[in-house]
């Protein structure tokens, strides 16, 4: 079985500030991670993936995510928060040995001025 | 590319109606997935098809639901008769490989009365 958990509901941060939105895995495979983010009334927007190679990749829109496989976990990044990044954000993973990709139950940021 | 193309944008029947949702894949995706999403479910995948063919509807909730892909640019999904409870965002997803991201619709409003 294969399950991805985001700790916190939200997110607040100054505009400027960093950013850093949790997420932490399970699976008996390989994981395939992947984050995603939605603005309202809009579907998901694909951000990055890890699926293999350097623990730290790079995104759409400045956002970075390290993966770290002792503490299962692929937190999401940005160096510096803008207020346009306010928006709900999923974090989602698939095993290796299979197809489902599994979603977060998300976590609402917002950036204030 | 277009992205994924998916309509009505919302809809709004009454109990007991038939509904049909519609999505125009990414040209040359294998993979179709809808999904469903609620403040009380989050998402939740219904079903996926690869080069067409239903693989898994093991999410759809119950026989009133119904999903066909009679060629790779197409899909719906009905639900016949609807009810309240299916009130929620309905979302087609589509990509590459399995491996690859998936690329998400804008969304169908659904809201039974």
């Known amino acids: 079985a294969q399950s991805v958990a985001q700790p916190e509901d939200q997110v607040n941060v100054a505009e400027g500030n960093p950013l850093t939105v949790k997420c932490t895995y399970s699976v008996s495979g390989n994981p395939y991670l992947f984050w995603y983010v939605q603005y309202p009334n809009r579907g998901l927007q694909f951000l990055l993936k890890?699926?293999?190679?350097?623990?730290l990749v790079k995104g759409s829109y400045g956002f970075e995510a390290e993966f770290n496989k002792s503490q299962t976990s692929f937190h999401l990044k940005k160096p510096s928060a803008l207020v346009s990044d306010s928006a709900l954000y999923f974090c989602?993973?698939?095993?290796?040995?299979?197809?489902?990709?599994?979603f977060g139950a998300g976590t609402t940021v917002t950036v204030r001025a | 590319d277009a992205g994924v193309i998916q309509s009505p944008r919302h809809e709004v029947t009454e109990m007991g109606q038939e509904v049909t949702l519609r999505c125009k894949p990414i040209s040359g995706h294998d993979y179709l997935f809808w999904y469903r999403q609620t403040m009380m479910r989050g998402l939740e995948l219904l079903i996926y098809f690869n080069n067409n063919v239903p693989i898994d509807d093991s999410g759809m909730p119950e026989d009133r639901f119904s999903a066909k892909m009679p060629n790779a640019s197409f899909s719906t999904l009905k639900i016949q008769p609807s009810e309240p409870r299916d009130s929620a965002v309905y979302f087609c997803?589509?990509?590459?490989?399995?491996?690859?991201?998936?690329?998400f619709g804008p969304g169908t409003r659904l809201t039974v009365t």
């Open positions: 989602a993973v698939r095993d290796s040995n299979d197809y489902k990709l599994s």
């Open positions: 997803a589509s990509s590459l490989t399995l491996t690859y991201e998936q690329y």
């Open positions: 890890y699926i293999t190679g350097d623990n």
